[in-house]
C-alpha cells in the first residue's frame, strides 16, 4: 500500500483527516475534502456509521470501548446505524453554513434541533470523587446516536463561546477547511497541504 498523504492517517483500518481545526466541532466539518456548496464531496471520509465512530474516538470524543461497543450495536442494527449517520452528515452540513454564514435557509433551526435533541437525552448524574462524596458530571446513553449528541452538544458550545469569533476558513483551492485562529496569524489549513501548494503556484508564477 502506497504511503498516504501527510493530511491522512490510517485509524483502525479507516483513512480519516488529520486534526487541523483545534477543535473537534471543527475538525468534524473537516471529514470531507472541500465546501463548494452541498453536493458530493470529491473526498468522504465518513463513509459509513462505523468510520463515524472510529473518528470520534480518534479525536478523543470516545473511549476505545466505546468504540467497541457502538461498532457491535451498529452491526446488529445496520439500518439504525445508517440512519445515524445520515443524520450527522445532515448536522455537518447545516453546521457549516452556520458557521460559514453561508446563508442557507433554514441551517440555523435545523442545527438548533439537533443540539435541542442531545440536549435532552443529557442526564446529570451523581459520581463518586476522590475521597467522600460525590460530583455532578453530564452524562448521555450509550446508543447509536452518542456521536452525534456529543458533537451537537460541543456545537452548542462553539457557537455561543468566544472561539465562535476566531474561525476561519482556509482559501486554498477547493478546500474550505475551519480552524481556530485566536491570533489571527494562520491562514492555511496546513502549511504542508494548501499552504504548500499556495508557494509552489506562487513561485512557478514568479519565474514563468
Known sequence: MSA????????????LPRPVGADPVLDFLNTRSEWAGRGPARSEWLTSYQALVIWTGYVGLLTDASVFRLIEQAAVK??????????????????????????????????????????????????PADGNGFRAAWDLPEDLGLPLDQLALLAADLLTGPSRDHIRACPGDACGWLFLDPRGRRRWCSMSTCGNRAKVRAHAARTR
Request: no cysteine; charged share 25%.
Open 78 to 127: 445496520p439500518t439504525d446505524a445508517a440512519r445515524r449517520l445520515e443524520a450527522a452528515l445532515e448536522f455537518r452540513a447545516d453546521l457549516y453554513d452556520v458557521l460559514t454564514d453561508s446563508g442557507a435557509a433554514g441551517s440555523f433551526d435545523a442545527a438548533a434541533r439537533v443540539i435541542d435533541q442531545a440536549g435532552a437525552r443529557r442526564r446529570l448524574l451523581a459520581v
Open 4 to 15: 498516504l498523504p501527510s493530511h491522512l492517517e490510517l485509524v483502525q483500518g479507516v483513512v
